[in-house]
């Protein structure tokens, strides 16, 4: 898969912090001390800024087959990773803010050559989707969110080696949807995904702690403290 523009790397999802190994050490008291927080509303009862009831419903059954619940880890529905791309849209990646969108543009480029839609995100989203949605309907007889599991794969490995029939100009509506997913999962929880830090609790990832002074050198040992958000919340 080949980056996206304007994109930022693993490092740009997370912010050092000013807190060092002294508080972080403090980190058991600090959680017992903290009000707990409202949940937030179940996705269901989500206020959407972007997507409308028919993409919502697609982008969560999608989101669901991309990192599916049942294993050992959190899936994305678990992480909220549905409002991450409702959010991200809405926003200055959606709108394609700052890439450079003057053209010319050549859609039937290669690949290789980069991207190159006239579309911004937002925009590939909201006319590739029931696009596929049809082809769905024509080659598995339901729209995507009311397939079975295994078929809904199918779809997807179809919409993935470019077999649905997409516009060139939307040619890039699986690389979007499969990135911002990953996203979505691994971000910090402020984005509106990975929610309570899941997807970092698995993976022993811990979050934006601000220094790691006393542990070079401990490569096979387990890190001992639960991860910690850009606004200093502690799973």
Not at 105 to 127: H, K, V
Not at 152 to 179: H, I, N, W
């Amino acid at each position: 898969m080949r980056d996206m523009p304007g994109r930022p790397s693993r490092r740009g999802f997370l912010k050092g912090t000013a807190a060092g190994v002294a508080i972080a050490s403090l980190a058991g008291s600090a959680n017992a001390q903290a009000p707990r927080k409202e949940p937030p509303p179940p996705l269901d009862q989500y206020e959407r800024v972007y997507f409308n009831e028919a993409e919502w419903a697609f982008v969560m059954a999608a989101c669901d087959r991309l990192i599916p619940a049942g294993g050992n880890g959190p899936g994305a529905i678990d992480c909220r990773v549905p409002v991450f791309i409702d959010r991200q849209l809405a926003g200055d990646f959606g709108k394609a803010a700052t890439w450079y969108m003057q053209g010319p543009f050549d859609p039937a480029a290669n690949p290789t050559l980069g991207f190159q839609s006239p579309l911004t995100p937002a925009e590939i989203y909201r006319q590739a989707i029931p696009v596929f949605q049809d082809w769905c309907n024509q080659t598995h007889g339901d729209s995507f969110e009311n397939l079975e599991a295994a078929t809904q794969d199918a779809a997807l490995t179809s919409l993935q080696k470019g077999e649905v029939g997409l516009a060139p100009e939307l040619r890039d509506f699986f690389q979007f949807l499969l990135a911002n997913t990953k996203e979505g999962y691994f971000a910090d929880p402020s984005y509106g995904g990975n929610h309570d830090m899941q997807a970092w609790v698995y993976i022993g990832f811990p979050g934006a702690r601000g220094a790691f002074t006393s542990w070079p050198g401990r490569e096979n040992a387990q890190y001992p403290l639960g991860p910690v958000a850009i606004n200093g919340d502690r799973a």
